[in-house]
T-cell receptor, first 112, second 111 residues
C-alpha cells in the first residue's frame, strides 16, 4: 500500500525463537498500530504508538513488545515465538486517532 | 463491554442485485464507526467514517448509514469487482485510540 510497507511478507520460524516484524511509513503520521488477524476473531490490536517512544498495549499484547525510535518505523517483536502466534500481522497508520487507518499488506507468520 | 456484530457472515448476490450489510454495535459512547473493504491476501482498505446518528456517506455503489445502534452498508447494483470482505469497526469514547472490529461479511457477486 502506498506510504506503508511491512517486512517480511512471509516468515516461517521455529517455536522459541525471537522474531521481529517491521513497519515503515512515509506519510509522517503520528499514530501506528499492530494488529493480528485470525479466522473467527477478526482484527485484534496488539500494540499501538502515539508518537516516537510513546507506545501502549492493546487487547492481545502478551508475548509481544514494540519499539518506535523514529516516526517512520514501528517494530513488533515476538520475544519467544509460540504456535499460537501463527497469524497474519497488519500494521496500520493514521494521521489522527479518530481518522480511518491505512493498512499495510500484512506479514504471514507461521510458527512451527 | 463494547461489542461489534456483523451480519450476515457471508452473502452471495447476482450482479445488479442490491442488498445491505449490517453492523450492530454496543459501546458506552460512540466516537466513530468505520467501514473497510478487504480483498484476499491484502490489508483492509478504508471506505467511510461515520460520527453521528443520521449521517450518511457514499462512494460509487456503496452507501453507509448510521443509527444509534447499527450501521448499514448498502450496495446498489453490485458488480463482481465488489466481491470482498467488508469490515466494520467502532471507536468508543472510553477507549483511547482503540478500534473494535467485527468479524466481517464476505460478499460474493456473481456475474
Amino acid at each position: 500500500d502506498a506510504g506503508i510497507t511491512q517486512s517480511p511478507r512471509h516468515k516461517v520460524t521455529e517455536t522459541g525463537t525471537p522474531v521481529t516484524l517491521r513497519c515503515h511509513q512515509t506519510e509522517n503520521h503520528r499514530y501506528m498500530y499492530w494488529y493480528r488477524q485470525d479466522p473467527g476473531h477478526g482484527l485484534r490490536l496488539i500494540h499501538y504508538s502515539y508518537g516516537v517512544k510513546d507506545t501502549d498495549k492493546g487487547e492481545v499484547s502478551d508475548g509481544y513488545s514494540v519499539s518506535r525510535s523514529k516516526t517512520e518505523d514501528f517494530l513488533l517483536t515476538l520475544e519467544s515465538a509460540t504456535s499460537s502466534q501463527t497469524s497474519v500481522y497488519f500494521c496500520a497508520i493514521s494521521e489522527k486517532s479518530d481518522y480511518g487507518y491505512t493498512f499495510g499488506s500484512g506479514t504471514r507468520l507461521t510458527v512451527v | 463491554e463494547d461489542q461489534v456484530t456483523q451480519s450476515p457472515e457471508a452473502l452471495r448476490l447476482q450482479e445488479g442485485e442490491s442488498s445491505s450489510l449490517n453492523c450492530s454495535y454496543t459501546v458506552s459512547g460512540l466516537r466513530g464507526l468505520f467501514w473497510y473493504r478487504q480483498d484476499p491476501g491484502k490489508g483492509p482498505e478504508f471506505l467511510f467514517t461515520l460520527y453521528s446518528a443520521g449521517e450518511e456517506k457514499e462512494k460509487e455503489r456503496l452507501k453507509a448509514t448510521l443509527t444509534k445502534k447499527e450501521s448499514f452498508l448498502h450496495i446498489t447494483a453490485p458488480k463482481p469487482e465488489d466481491s470482498a470482505t467488508y469490515l466494520c469497526a467502532v471507536q468508543s469514547t472510553s477507549g483511547t485510540y482503540k478500534y473494535i472490529f467485527g468479524t466481517g461479511t464476505r460478499l460474493k457477486v456473481l456475474a
